[in-house]
């Protein structure tokens, strides 16, 4: 069976990586608090998704794929 992973999966993974939770990414990403985790379940507009992919260094492509 395939594994879904999703943007909030790659994004998750990305943070742990730069040792950084989701909620000083989304203040670095000047983010309201929460909206990360509701990708989850809502796709994030790419304004939103670029200013993550800046603070986690890589492209929106990087998440998204």
Do not use: H
């Amino acid at each position: 069976m395939l594994e879904v992973v999703t943007v909030f999966d790659r994004i998750s993974e990305r943070a742990k990586e730069k040792r950084m939770s989701i909620n000083q990414l989304e203040e670095k990403a000047e983010l309201s608090r929460g909206s990360i985790y509701k990708w989850n379940s809502v796709s994030p507009c790419v304004k939103n998704l670029k200013k993550v992919a800046d603070v986690l260094g890589c492209s929106v492509n990087d998440l998204i794929e």
